[in-house]
Each structure stands twice: as C-alpha cells, then as structure tokens.
C-alpha cells in the first residue's frame, strides 16, 4: 500500500509541473495573440488603398499584361505557398493548412498541372520532406512573428518563378494557402490565386449594390501599364505578409486552445489522481489499525 501511495504523489508531482508548463504557454499565446490581431489591423488600410489603385489602373490599362488575367488555355505549372508553423502543440493548426494544400494540388493536377511547392514553416517542410516530395523554396523560423523582410524574401521567390521561362522551370499562376484568423474560436484554411490576378468587370448599379463606387477619373504618368509594373509586385508582397500576420494569429489562437485543453485535462487528472491516492492512504491506515486490533486480541488471549 505505501508503494503504490508513493507512485500516485510521484505522478500528481508530475502532472502539475505539466500543468504549470501549459499554463504558462497559454498565458503567452494570449498576449502574443493581441499583438498579432494589432499587426493585422495596422496593415489594412495600405492593403485597402493598394488594392484600390491596383484595380484603377487595371481598369484603365488597355491590354495585356503578364501580371493580369490573360485566359491562358495552355497552363503547365502552378507554384503553391503553403504556411504552417515552425512549433508545434497548437492543435491541427499545421495538419489543416497542409490538408488544404494537399486537395488543391490533387484539384491541380486534375487540370494538368505541375505543382510548384514553395513551403513557410517546418511542419510544411518536414511533411514534404518524410514523403520524398521536391520543394522549390522553404522557409523557417519566423512563422510566429513575420516581418516585413520575410514577406519580401518569399514575394520575390515567387515573382522571379512567375517570370521565369517555362522551359526554365518557371510557372503559370502562384496559389497561396495560409488560416484566415476568424475570431478567438474560428481559424480555416484558405486558398487564394494570387498571380495572374482576375479582372472582374461590373456595371454601375452592380457596384453600388455591393457597395463600391465608381473609380475617380486617374491619369496616369508614365502609363498605366508601368503603374502596374510597379505596383503589382508590392501587392504580391503586401498579401504574403497580410498571409502570414494572418497565420500568426491563428497559430496563437490554436496555440491557446490546445494549452487551455491541455490544461484542463491536467485539472482533471490531479483530481482523479488525489481521489485514487487518498483511498491508497485510506486503504493503508485500514490496514495498520487492523493489524493492530489483530495484534491487541492476539495479546489478550495468550494472556
């Protein structure tokens, strides 16, 4: 009985050292999380103006443009950047953006074409890697706090394959899959055509019923065509960084729930281990109180 009093108090020890651990990787991702949401909220508005005077000189460019939708029929290669993470315990954060990347490569591939991976975080890096699959680019070790650099290091990546040749290895249109962070509670994976970019035309009562107005009357020096040249790069860069600010928060966010559950369940296990101990001390002083009444009426009869 004492033994086994002894592995229950070893095992409690253990479990709230467990406890303590996770308790405090909660308490982290929870202010790491505020931080990730204020970076998010601060790159908005350029996103939403960039966006603006991409589409105005879009609108106004008369055309083609290697960067714009082109309907090219005779598609071989797509790249794809998948974003996970470089830790792990945040639940199936990694597991659902690779599972996402997995479907639109096998949807790809329907269509004939070749897929291009370009990889963010170990965990995208390590799943490729154990199934002996090619990988153009990878990156590591900045998934919880991108910066800007990053995004600019990958953009770049991505644009020079966009240009390159196609019998060079270059390729046709770049995908990218990163978690949309909802809320606290809700993260999803999401894809997203980055390169060439869709032209949608609209009419006017189309537009304002989705609540966008007309485009002021811009002119545009040199060209609307060189306006693009120089803006569409930093629009690939401004939505890979958006992208990965983005998968930050939701790795905080699973990265938290995940600890708050592990939590719990180390809550409830003490519980149970304490209740399972204290019948072991119970058991033990039963037994001793017995022996000694055994050994009291022993006395007493010999005497």
Same mark, same amino acid.
């Given at each position: 009985?004492?033994?086994?009093?002894?592995?229950?108090?070893?095992?409690?020890?253990?479990?709230?050292?467990?406890?303590?651990?996770?308790?405090?990787?909660?308490?982290?991702?929870?202010?790491?999380?505020?931080?990730?949401?204020?970076?998010?909220?601060?790159?908005?508005?350029?996103?939403?103006?960039?966006?603006?005077?991409?589409?105005?000189?879009?609108?106004?460019?008369?055309?083609?443009?290697?960067?714009?939708?082109?309907?090219?029929?005779?598609?071989?290669?797509?790249?794809?950047? +998948?974003?996970?993470?470089?830790?792990?315990?945040?639940?199936?954060?990694?597991?659902?953006?690779?599972?996402?990347?997995?479907?639109?490569? +096998?949807?790809?591939?329907?269509?004939?074409?070749?897929?291009?991976?370009?990889? +963010?975080?170990?965990?995208?890096?390590?799943?490729?890697?154990?199934?002996?699959?090619?990988?153009?680019?990878?990156?590591?070790?900045?998934?919880?706090?991108?910066?800007?650099?990053?995004?600019?290091?990958?953009?770049?990546?991505?644009?020079?394959?966009?240009?390159?040749?196609?019998?060079?290895?270059?390729?046709?249109?770049?995908?990218?899959?990163?978690?949309?962070?909802?809320?606290?509670?809700?993260?999803?994976?999401?894809?997203?055509?980055?390169?060439?970019?869709?032209?949608?035309?609209?009419?006017?009562?189309?537009?304002?019923?989705?609540?966008?107005?007309?485009?002021?009357?811009?002119?545009?020096?040199?060209?609307?065509?060189?306006?693009?040249?120089?803006?569409?790069?930093?629009?690939?860069?401004?939505?890979?960084?958006?992208?990965?600010?983005?998968?930050?928060?939701?790795?905080?966010?699973?990265?938290?729930?995940?600890?708050?559950?592990?939590?719990?369940?180390?809550?409830?296990?003490?519980?149970?281990?304490?209740?399972?101990?204290?019948?072991?001390?119970?058991?033990?002083?039963?037994?001793?109180?017995?022996?000694?009444?055994?050994?009291?009426?022993?006395?007493?009869?010999?005497?």
């Amino acid at each position: 009985m004492g033994s086994q009093l002894r592995v229950f108090r070893r095992r409690i020890k253990s479990v709230q050292a467990t406890k303590k651990i996770t308790k405090a990787m909660e308490l982290i991702a929870s202010s790491r999380i505020v931080k990730a949401q204020q970076r998010v909220d601060a790159a908005s508005p350029y996103t939403r103006e960039l966006i603006r005077a991409i589409s105005a000189a879009a609108s106004t460019h008369t055309g083609n443009h290697p960067l714009l939708d082109t309907n090219v029929v005779d598609r071989k290669r797509a790249a794809v950047l +998948v974003i996970t993470s470089d830790r792990g315990l945040a639940g199936g954060y990694s597991s659902s953006a690779i599972k996402e990347a997995e479907q639109l490569s +096998v949807l790809l591939s329907s269509q004939g074409l070749e897929i291009v991976p370009f990889l +963010v975080g170990r965990k995208a890096v390590g799943y490729y890697k154990f199934r002996g699959r090619a990988i153009r680019a990878s990156w590591t070790g900045f998934t919880d706090q991108p910066q800007v650099e990053n995004a600019k290091e990958i953009a770049a990546s991505l644009i020079e394959a966009f240009h390159q040749p196609l019998n060079e290895g270059g390729v046709d249109e770049i995908h990218i899959v990163y978690t949309n962070f909802e809320s606290m509670v809700t993260q999803k994976p999401v894809v997203r055509r980055i390169l060439p970019l869709e032209v949608q035309e609209k009419t006017a009562a189309e537009a304002t019923a989705a609540g966008q107005g007309p485009f002021p009357l811009y002119s545009f020096e040199p060209s609307a065509k060189a306006v693009l040249d120089a803006l569409l790069p930093k629009y690939v860069e401004n939505l890979v960084y958006t992208s990965l600010l983005l998968s930050a928060a939701s790795e905080h966010a699973a990265r938290r729930r995940a600890m708050k559950a592990a939590t719990d369940n180390a809550e409830d296990l003490i519980k149970n281990l304490s209740r399972q101990a204290n019948q072991a001390r119970q058991a033990e002083i039963t037994q001793e109180i017995s022996e000694i009444v055994g050994g009291a009426d022993a006395l007493s009869a010999s005497a």
